[in-house]
């Protein structure tokens, strides 16, 4: 592969990286033509209660590429994050996700919704502004927009980061702190983010009703997040034991395919009446087959 040049001489692309491959820069083109298109689609996933109160959905970004079918987030992401891409993925996914609660809200739907962003949307100047106008001009209050950050937004200038941040929630926005434990789990870097939740990575979720070391470290990240007034979400919840250990460890919510994976709005909506005010009930165990 080379690099293509200009007149000038100057690289165009970066032929070192190899972030920069032929296919990465196709994608790269053919996701910000999907997104001029309106072809990238949101998915919701709902969080709830032991209780089986709905406290939450989560938006989640989907990508089907003409040819090659659907794209993984993770994959796409990483392409928009090393591109410069990233916030025009974060106001395309904003744009839709508050569009999508004000509708749910005038049909008297009132959950809100939790948008992940990347590290790199928290240190373009001007975020906070943009996300509060983007409320406004949508009549969505501050309170049914939950934003998810990961441990990686401190890595650059984590004194920015958290103007940022305090900006955001000062205007009533929560945060949530996603994949908690697979970064820099610095416990003083926690005190300083102004996080009210505190999402438990899968992959500690995953093992916990079998691996006695993942049961101990989300016992421990459930105490820690309690004891600072954090509320306590695990991700990845598949089954039921998973589901009864969490309870018994005091977390607050699960997320997870258990209750249900993401979800198109119109199917969203449909489970959101379905459960109507009981909320998600676990479905009864059938009982022992009589020997
Ligand atoms: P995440 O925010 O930690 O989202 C959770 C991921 O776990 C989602 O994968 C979800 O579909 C998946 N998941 C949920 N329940 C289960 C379960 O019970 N079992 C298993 N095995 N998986 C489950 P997805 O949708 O592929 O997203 C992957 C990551 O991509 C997300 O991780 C998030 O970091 C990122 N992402 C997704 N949408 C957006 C977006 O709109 N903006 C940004 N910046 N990142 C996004
Ligand atoms: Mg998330
Ligand atoms: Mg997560
Ligand atoms: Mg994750």
Redesign the pocket.
């Known amino acids: 592969y080379q690099a293509k040049r200009d007149r000038t001489g100057v690289e165009v692309y970066e032929s070192k990286r190899d972030s920069n491959t032929p296919d990465r820069l196709g994608l790269l083109g053919d996701l910000r033509r999907a997104l001029e298109a309106g072809d990238v689609h949101l998915h919701y996933?709902p969080k709830v209660r032991f209780d089986g109160q709905v406290v939450g959905l989560?938006?989640?970004?989907r990508w089907v590429h003409p040819e090659r079918g659907k794209v993984?987030?993770?994959e796409f992401?990483a392409i928009a994050e090393s591109s410069g891409l990233m916030p025009h993925?974060?106001e395309y996914?904003l744009e839709a996700a508050l569009g999508q609660v004000a509708r749910w809200r005038s049909q008297d739907l009132f959950v809100p919704v939790a948008?992940?962003?990347?590290p790199r949307d928290v240190h373009t100047p001007g975020f906070a502004g943009s996300v509060a106008a983007r409320l406004a001009r949508h009549g969505v209050p501050a309170g049914a927009l939950q934003l998810?950050i990961t441990e990686h937004v401190l890595l650059e200038d984590p004194q920015r980061a958290a103007d940022t941040l305090n900006a955001l929630t000062g205007h009533g926005v929560k945060m949530s702190l996603?994949?908690f434990g697979t970064g820099y789990s610095s416990l003083v870097h926690l005190r300083r983010l102004p996080v009210s939740e505190l999402k438990i990575d899968?992959s500690f979720v995953a093992r916990l009703a079998v691996d006695t070391e993942d049961a101990e470290i989300v016992r421990c990240t459930v105490d820690l997040a309690h004891s600072l007034g954090l509320l306590v979400v695990a991700?990845?919840?598949?089954d039921d034991e998973t589901w009864e250990r969490l309870r018994d460890l005091g977390c607050d919510a699960v997320?997870?395919?258990?209750v249900a994976?993401?979800m198109p709005p119109d199917e969203t909506t449909a489970w959101l009446r379905a459960r109507g005010s009981r909320g998600w009930q676990r479905p009864r165990a059938a009982l022992p087959a009589a020997t």
């Open positions: 996933q989560e938006a989640l970004v993984p987030p993770d992401i993925l974060t996914v948008v992940n962003v990347s998810e996603d994949d899968r991700e990845g919840v598949e997320q997870g395919w258990l994976a993401a």
